[in-house]
């Protein structure tokens, strides 16, 4: 599958956990591709993964960040919880619907608080 291109210009790419932002999230931005993702994947543990993701400096996306997404939103649904998906721009929205991402999740504007379902931080992947 080609890469997401949204026309969206950004800086550099990565996924970080935002500890800054009004609510514990993990920030997509940029190009996200499979080394970002490996990248990801080993510099932060899966029982530190935030129910919430901002995917709105998404620039482009490839089947390993779709394949991060729809894990993620397997982990929130075994606690009970849903993904929360921050303003993603519109081509990944269609991907989203189209890979399923949406049965598993929800889109939220940036200043909504998170939802109080959830996985417990001392939960496991």
Do not use: C, N, Y
């Not at 080609?2 to 935002?18: C, E, K, V, W, Y």
């Not at 990248?39 to 530190?48: G, I, N, T, Y």
């Amino acid at each position: 599958m080609p890469p997401l291109d949204t026309g969206r210009a950004a800086p550099s790419s990565a996924i970080t956990l935002a500890e800054d932002a009004p609510v514990r999230q993990l920030r997509f931005t940029g190009d996200i591709g499979k080394d970002v993702v490996r990248e990801f994947r080993l510099s932060v543990r899966p029982a530190s993964w935030p129910s919430r993701v901002d995917l709105s400096e998404v620039r482009s996306m490839d089947s390993a960040a779709l394949e991060l997404l729809l894990h993620l939103a397997r982990k929130q649904k075994r606690f009970g919880g849903e993904l929360e998906v921050v303003e993603p721009v519109a081509p990944l929205r269609r991907l989203m619907e189209q890979s399923g991402l949406t049965r598993v999740s929800h889109w939220v504007v940036t200043d909504a608080p998170p939802s109080s379902a959830g996985p417990s931080p001392a939960a496991t992947a």
